[in-house]
Structures are given as structure tokens and as C-alpha cells.
């Protein structure tokens, strides 16, 4: 291939002085960069995250099944009051959201750092979807 520059001298990683903010950056032709600093992402995440903590609080005030959440960031559980982990997974799934049992009584959320705010309104609408599915369910 004819003037591509190597894989070495088009991906490169930068870091402060102390490491604290990592990132990559793609060199092209301009310079332009096309990853922001991970500093950026902690701080999407920490929002996004907190959008989804006050979401499961919201869902335990209106499903008996919900407890309340654990986590941070945008890994979060939703902790179930009964050992039903696996219908809901099963009924997120129908609703188009995947989600996983880490327990009989928690389903883990885990969507990717550059989850929208729409994206995430997405999710706890599927959310509420699932939960309400399994509320009207018989007992697993």
C-alpha cells in the first residue's frame, strides 16, 4: 500500500506527567484527533451514571420487584427484591435491551461510554418495559 504510514506512527498514546488523563490519538494527514482524553469520558460517564442511579430510584417507586441499584459510573445493578434476575433479562431482551444476571437478585447495566442522552432514555423505558412484563408475570 502505496503512502500509508505504519500502524506505529498513526495510533499513538499520550499522558501527562502524572498519568492521570490517558488518551489516544490517531495522526492523519491534518492531525486532526479523533479520541478525546479519557478525563472527558470519566466525566460523561459520571453524569451519564448519575442519570441512571436516579432512574432505578425512580423504577423502585414504581415496581415492587425493583429494591433500588448499586454501582458507579455507568456500571450499575439493579437489585431485585425476589430472585428473578433471569426473567427480567429475558424480558429486556424482548424489549430490545441486553442486560445480564450477576446474581438471582441483580441485573447489571452496563451500556458503552458514549451512551447518548437519548440512549439512555431509550433504557429505562425498555427498563420499565421488562419490569413491568415480569410484574404481571407468574412467579419464577
Known amino acids: 500500500m502505496p503512502n500509508m504510514p505504519s500502524r506505529s506512527s498513526r495510533l499513538r498514546r499520550t499522558s501527562s506527567s502524572r498519568s492521570t488523563s490517558t488518551g489516544c490519538q ?10 478525546r482524553p479519557s478525563r472527558v469520558t470519566r ?3 459520571g453524569k451519564a451514571g448519575a442519570t441512571i442511579a436516579s432512574a432505578i430510584t425512580d423504577l423502585s417507586d414504581r415496581h415492587g420487584l425493583v429494591l433500588g ?6 456500571l450499575q445493578a439493579v437489585t431485585l427484591t425476589e430472585p428473578r434476575a433471569p426473567a427480567v433479562v429475558g424480558a429486556a431482551l424482548d424489549a430490545g435491551l441486553v442486560v445480564n444476571a450477576v446474581a438471582p437478585d441483580a441485573v447489571r447495566l452496563a451500556p458503552p461510554l458514549i451512551v447518548s442522552d437519548e440512549e439512555l432514555e431509550q433504557l429505562v423505558a425498555r427498563l420499565d418495559t421488562a419490569f413491568t412484563a415480569v410484574g404481571r408475570g407468574a412467579p419464577a
Open 69 to 74: 441499584g448499586r454501582g458507579r459510573g455507568l
Open 43 to 45: 466525566s460523561c460517564a
Open 26 to 35: 490517531a495522526a492523519s494527514p491534518g492531525g486532526r484527533q479523533y479520541c
